[in-house]
């Protein structure tokens, strides 16, 4: 079938008005041009689609059919058009994001509350997971942006930070001394999970110097490594900028180290061959305030 959408457009303005002439007028253009489309259309079809009178026309009974189907059609293409128009305007739509448990609750909260005051009708969904579990959301398409203990090398990612990170060892005794990194290797030892990206990275620091870290605890939620040095479990590995409550209130202390662990950052990433919609684009910009 060689049938445009527009002829189409116009078959179904001269059906639902059962005139040429209204439906030309409707739609500025002639009813010579109106005549054209019908018969161009007819002649596709090899059938008659009006009943055409001196003054009036009617629909034949495949006239009829034709009409029920294609008006359909046009209106959900109407409501597809009229639903991205909304969507680009952030009138509706969905901002969907991964991120590990430690960045939702330290980090994105106070992003996510800003954006819901200025787009309160676009709905939000957190997927809470690791770094490496996000990068596989991110590229099945699962999430439109994903926020990532740093570094991640991946070639079909766009990766920015956001904000620097300091990884310290805590426990609930006040110290003063400096300690020799061997010596923090063997305290007893609560860290995060082996397949996070933030633990990978303080075991390369470590396996730099010939050492490795065998916790006596591990767990998922930096919360508890926190509570846990808190009530005197052993020595947590933490990030500095999330524990400055237990930090400032003496909760737990910092240890000196002769060889700290190097800065770090996190940083959200989105897939490069990707266009990201307009709900996420209006987030990245939040993020950059």
Request: glycine letters at 4%; charged letters at 25%.
């Amino acid at each position: 079938m060689n049938i445009k959408l527009g002829q189409y457009r116009i078959f179904n303005e001269a059906a639902s008005t059962l005139s040429f002439s209204k439906a030309a007028s409707n739609l500025y253009i002639s009813q010579s041009a109106v005549s054209q489309s019908i018969s161009a259309i007819e002649k596709e079809l090899e059938t008659t689609l009006f009943i055409r009178q001196s003054k009036s026309v009617s629909l034949t009974r495949e006239g009829e059919m034709l009409y029920k189907h294609i008006n359909q059609a046009l209106n959900l293409i109407t409501n597809a058009e009229n639903e991205i128009i909304n969507y680009c305007d952030l009138k509706k739509g969905e901002l969907v994001i991964g991120a590990s448990d430690t960045l939702c609750q330290y980090f994105l909260p106070p992003f996510l509350v800003k954006y819901h005051q200025r787009y309160p009708n676009i709905k939000m969904k957190v997927l809470n997971r690791t770094s490496f579990q996000t990068i596989e959301l991110l590229k099945s398409g699962q999430i439109d942006i994903g926020f990532l203990n740093l570094p991640i090398m991946d070639e079909s990612l766009h990766i920015a930070q956001c904000m620097k990170v300091h990884d310290i060892f805590v426990s609930s005794k006040r110290d003063d001394r400096v300690y020799k990194t061997k010596e923090i290797a063997e305290m007893p030892l609560i860290l995060l999970e082996k397949n996070s990206n933030s633990r990978t990275f303080v075991d390369n620091h470590f396996a730099k110097s010939g050492l490795l870290l065998d916790a006596n605890v591990e767990l998922g939620a930096h919360e508890l490594l926190i509570k846990m040095a808190q009530l005197d479990f052993g020595v947590s590995c933490v990030i500095k900028e999330f524990s400055k409550d237990y930090l400032e209130k003496g909760l737990v202390y910092e240890l000196k180290i002769e060889d700290p662990i190097p800065e770090r950052s996190i940083g959200y990433s989105y897939l490069k061959r990707r266009t990201l919609p307009a709900p996420t684009l209006k987030f990245l910009e939040l993020l950059k305030e």
